[in-house]
């Protein structure tokens, strides 16, 4: 479709001569989302009305208790923290944003009183101001207001570089301004096509300025609320015990009506992914459960015990590989895996190409994943406009032998390659679940067959992702040769996602291992094209920029894609939940009830 023709198809919604939802369908077709559907309609002045979420019970409470497995267990509630899903997934039942994604990927308002709109006045024509509306009468827990003046602290603590916030990147380059105490205005330096990054969805969560304003910067991590919260969500903080068990109670004072629906919850952190399915589809002892990487035969005996169901939403999430491009078994000013080193073999592109065809990704997903995943060589796989139809894979360990065999590298005595006395020889990392220790076992097999040997790691998963700066296990911190593990796209739109793949938020000690980046690779052509794609306002024009930088770093053979995730989760037959792929599972946790 030209960009004539775009605008003349949103000409016609304006003019009531097509629907939104036949504009809707006819951006889906084209590989579009519904929200970035709803985003031009908006930014052409057309209001684009929100989904609706169906909640049956007419008061709030009386639902008695509701028990939540997170398999990898959290360790801190403060969400501008929380490098890992579990501990985004617990802040958010304290925190709110001003507003989140559902499942279809519409953007709904949280702590918002409206999405913005060209048509309310909420967006400019020029794409660089953005005018959010606040809720009135919202209550912190301790029942002091939420105000405009929350909102601009947070932005200002989060941008805040000794901070060393997992979310700087969202707010770095903005101005944020208080209009009156219900009304906030963001500024962007560049016209910016994907606004809805800063305050919300996991990025977006507001903090109190009354019980943060003192921690801002340097004494960040000092602050009491970082495992006590004090937020306006709709339940409160009673005690969390960190690796094991939050509890939490209704809110009496939230700000939706008849929400929510249980009087006290309970999320029981740590055990497997298998110990937790079974908790919910067999025994019954809990109503929910998160991320249920099982492979998918297991979960189908499981769900014959009628007990719970399976969901499944489609999701921008990946299951990928990095390969190391630094050292990290040398230690420079205080840190291993720094850019300031090279790694003996991984540093050559022959070496990580002949890896990559040692991956098989078929086996993969017939033999384990299932419904839960789908064998991919790009990064980006939603919404499919922005996946690269360049990137392929193949598995071949014939062209694998004959790459390195090119490459000088020769089989020593031990069957192992060596060159110039550097061996072949890595330690892979992981979470502890059986799905990835399955895999490891396939990758290492074939890469025995090319002279590779693999050193198999396994972490406890409450380990592995945790924002433990004294952790060398962590995943940021990437201790070793390669590395495995799921990383979520956490909004319809794949800018920020893609902030993986740029220089500025390489993780290192000087941010706490807490940037984006923690393949530690740049390229000069990908932060080029990623900066233009920032501002680029043609929806073609800015989709191949991304691509682009998509195929950079999976060209280069530095993140090696396995497979395009669905989440997968259970939940008890009775509960009703509103489970979405594009944020985390307790987004909308209000709105849970039991039938």
């Known amino acids: 479709m030209t960009e004539h023709e775009l605008r003349d198809l949103i000409a016609e919604v304006a003019e009531g001569r097509l629907s939104r939802r036949g504009f809707v369908r006819r951006m889906l077709a084209l590989g579009l989302t519904a929200p970035m559907a709803g985003m031009m309609l908006a930014h052409s002045g057309v209001a684009f009305a929100d989904a ?32 890992g ?85 969202a707010y770095t380059n903005i101005k944020v301004e208080k209009i009156d105490d219900h009304t906030v205005k963001i500024t962007f330096r560049e016209p910016t096509p994907f606004w809805a990054d800063p305050f919300v969805g996991v990025t977006g969560q507001i903090l109190p300025k009354h019980h943060f304003g003192e921690y801002k910067g340097a004494k960040s991590r000092e602050a009491p609320a970082n495992l006590k919260p004090v937020g306006t969500g709709p339940y409160k903080f009673v005690d969390f015990k960190p690796g094991d068990v939050l509890t939490g109670e209704r809110n009496p004072d939230y700000h939706v009506p008849n929400q929510p629906f249980f009087d006290r919850l309970e999320v029981k952190g740590g055990g ?6 079974r908790a919910v589809l067999q025994t ?23 007990r719970g169901r399976v969901s ?65 060589a790009s990064f980006v796989n939603q919404p499919p406009r922005f996946k690269s139809q360049k990137l392929k894979y193949e598995f071949s360990i014939e062209k694998a032998n004959k790459i390195l065999d090119d490459a000088g590298y020769k089989r020593g005595s031990d069957g192992i390659r060596e060159k110039d006395g550097k061996k072949l020889k890595y330690v892979f990392q992981t979470s502890i679940n059986a799905p990835r220790q399955k ?4 990758i290492k097999q074939a890469c025995q067959r090319a002279g590779i040997d693999l050193e198999l790691k396994s972490v406890t998963a409450s380990v592995f992702f945790s924002s433990d700066v004294a952790n060398p296990d962590t995943y940021t911190k990437l201790y070793c040769d390669m590395e495995m593990y799921t990383t979520t796209q956490p909004q319809p739109d794949p800018e920020r996602f893609l902030n993986q ?51 950079i770093f999976c060209e280069a053979h530095v993140i090696l894609p396995l497979l395009s995730r669905t989440r997968v989760a259970a939940g008890a037959s009775n509960l009703m939940f509103d489970h979405s792929g594009w944020d985390v599972d307790t987004w909308n946790i209000a709105a849970w009830y039991r039938t």
């Open 312 to 376: 499944t939403v489609v999701s921008g999430d990946i299951e990928f590989i990095i390969l190391n491009t630094t050292d990290p078994w040398t230690e420079v000013d205080g840190e291993r895996s720094s850019v300031k080193t090279k790694h003996p073999t991984l540093s050559d592109p022959k070496v990580r190409e002949a890896i990559n065809l040692l991956i098989d990704r078929d086996s993969i997903q017939k033999f384990i994943y299932g419904r839960g995943g789908t064998a991919t």
């Open 85 to 169: 899903t579990k501990d985004q997934i617990a802040s958010r039942i304290f925190f709110e944003p001003l507003a989140g994604w559902d499942k279809e990927g519409n953007l709904i308002p949280q702590l918002a009183a409206e999405v913005p709109s060209r048509e309310n006045g909420g967006l400019s024509a020029d794409g660089r101001e953005v005018t959010w509306k606040l809720k009135r009468n919202v209550k912190w827990h301790d029942g002091k207001p939420f105000t405009a003046d929350d909102v601009v602290f947070t932005a200002e603590y989060a941008a805040d570089p000794a901070t060393a916030a997992f979310t700087t990147g």
């Open 439 to 442: 895999t490891q076992a396939i």
């Open 284 to 306: 019954g002892e809990y109503d929910y459960a998160w991320n249920l990487q099982v492979e998918d035969d297991v979960l189908k005996r499981m769900e014959t015990g009628g």
């Open 52 to 83: 609706t979420l169906p909640y049956k019970p007419t008061k709030a409470g009386g639902g008695g208790l509701l028990k939540v497995l997170l398999w990898q267990a959290p360790t801190l509630l403060n969400p501008h923290f929380a490098s």
């Open 272 to 277: 497997d992914a298998v110990s937790a399915a």
């Open 501 to 551: 793949f740029v220089s500025w938020e390489i993780a290192n000690k000087e941010n706490k291992w807490l940037g984006r980046n923690v393949s530690r690779y740049s390229d000069p052509a990908a932060d080029e094209a990623y900066r233009a794609a920032q501002k680029e306002l043609d929806p073609v024009k800015r989709a191949a920029l991304l691509i682009k930088v998509n195929e």
